[in-house]
């Protein structure tokens, strides 16, 4: 049974800096891909990044392009969202997603597992 688990979460303001975490286990995460989506109140789930477990290879919404960066540590069995330069419309909970196959996704239905979320509140 897969697990994934979110921490990292808070209350800013805008321009600062924020770094989430997600553990897994109960897999073999070599084979898998990971994402990050958010979901802002009254709004659909957005995607916000991509990541290869085994190649580390990324992809990113043209939104957070060059303030976000997705990473992973094998030995820790986590990925990591580290969100500078934030902003008000970052508000969201962001929800990190596993799925069984590497080739890049950014639509939620195409992952397999999901962690609760953890908030993020940016203010202006």
């Known amino acids: 049974q897969v697990q994934l688990v979110e921490s990292g979460g808070g209350l800013v303001q805008a321009g600062d800096s924020l770094r989430l975490s997600c553990s897994v286990t109960g897999g073999t995460f070599r084979s898998y891909a990971m994402g990050w989506f958010r979901q802002a109140p009254g709004k659909e789930r957005e995607f916000v990044a991509h990541?290869?477990?085994?190649?580390?290879?990324?992809y990113y919404a043209d939104s957070v392009k060059g303030r976000f960066t997705i990473s992973r540590i094998n030995a820790k069995n986590t990925v990591y969202l580290q969100m500078n330069n934030l902003k008000p419309e970052d508000t969201a909970i962001y929800y990190c997603?596993?799925?069984?196959?590497?080739?890049?996704?950014?639509?939620?239905?195409?992952?397999?597992?999901w962690g609760q979320g953890t908030q993020v509140t940016v203010s202006s």
């Open positions: 990541i290869n477990w085994s190649l580390g290879n990324t």
């Open positions: 997603a596993a799925r069984s196959r590497i080739i890049i996704a950014t639509l939620g239905d195409e992952y397999d597992y």
